[in-house]
T-cell receptor, first 113, second 119 residues
Framework: KQEVTQIPAALSVPEGENLVLNCSFTDSAIYNLQWFRQDPGKGLTSLLLIQSSQREQTSGRLNASLDKSSGRSTLYIAASQPGDSATYLCAVREMDSSYKLIFGSGTRLLVRP | GAGVSQSPSNKVTEKGKDVELRCDPISGHTALYWYRQSLGQGLEFLIYFQGNSAPDKSGLPSDRFSAERTGGSVSTLTIQRTQQEDSAVYLC?????????????????FGPGTRLLVL
């Protein structure tokens, strides 16, 4: 059974720092991996999606990498800002016929001004 | 265009009552998903629709839960005889199969959710 783990569970950094969020999954047979952010009381906003054949994706100050063989993904946030404060979730879609996403429990990020 | 919308945004009900939650996917998206986010459980999959059919209902927690989709668009999640453990945020997402070949193919776009509280 696929399990997705995110470390750390919470992170507090001063504004301007570069930071890395980690996501690991137990079964490497994935179709893709998606990173989301969730603001308090809100839905999920898709940040980046990495297909299983890709190694990384970039959007602005965000860079996500995927190492399928080791079951790991990282989300790198450059020059963090207070507006980046949110919960970050990673989710994998497996290679079987199901289209469901399996989520990690998230990393709660606070960027202090 | 408009994103995924859900209604109501909040719902308070009494134990034992039935509730209906609505999801309006992004126009043209053939795939629709329901997830539930509850304290201590994280985000869990409930059901997946492709068009009007549901090839994967594996996440529905009991037979009190059902969902339908009509016209390949709007979906309704119904919870009968609600229990306190049903209290959660119910999230809907949609995705397109048309963007094959795109690096973003398979991206699921989420609505704001319905917060359900069963007293």
């Amino acid at each position: 059974k696929q399990e997705v783990t995110q470390i750390p569970a919470a992170l507090s950094v001063p504004e301007g720092e570069n930071l890395v969020l980690n996501c690991s999954f137990t079964d490497s047979a994935i179709y893709n991996l998606q990173w989301f952010r969730q603001d308090p009381g809100k839905g999920l906003t898709s940040l980046l999606l990495i297909q299983s054949s890709q190694r990384e994706q970039t959007s602005g100050r965000l860079n996500a990498s995927l190492d399928k063989s080791s079951g790991r993904s990282t989300l790198y946030i450059a020059a963090s800002q207070p507006g980046d404060s949110a919960t970050y979730l990673c989710a994998v879609r497996e290679m079987d016929s199901s289209y469901k996403l399996i989520f990690g429990s998230g990393t709660r990020l606070l960027v202090r001004p | 265009g408009a994103g995924v919308s859900q209604s109501p945004s909040n719902k308070v009900t009494e134990k034992g009552k039935d509730v209906e939650l609505r999801c309006d996917p992004i126009s043209g998206h053939t795939a629709l998903y329901w997830y539930r986010q509850s304290l201590g459980q994280g985000l869990e999959f409930l059901i997946y629709f492709q068009g009007n059919s549901a090839p994967d209902k594996s996440g529905l927690p009991s037979d009190r839960f059902s969902a339908e989709r009509t016209g390949g668009s709007v979906s309704t999640l119904t919870i009968q005889r609600t229990q306190q453990e049903d209290s959660a945020v119910y999230l809907c997402a949609s995705s397109s199969r048309i963007d094959r070949g795109s690096p973003t193919k398979g991206t699921q776009y989420f609505g704001p959710g319905t917060r359900l509280l069963v007293l």
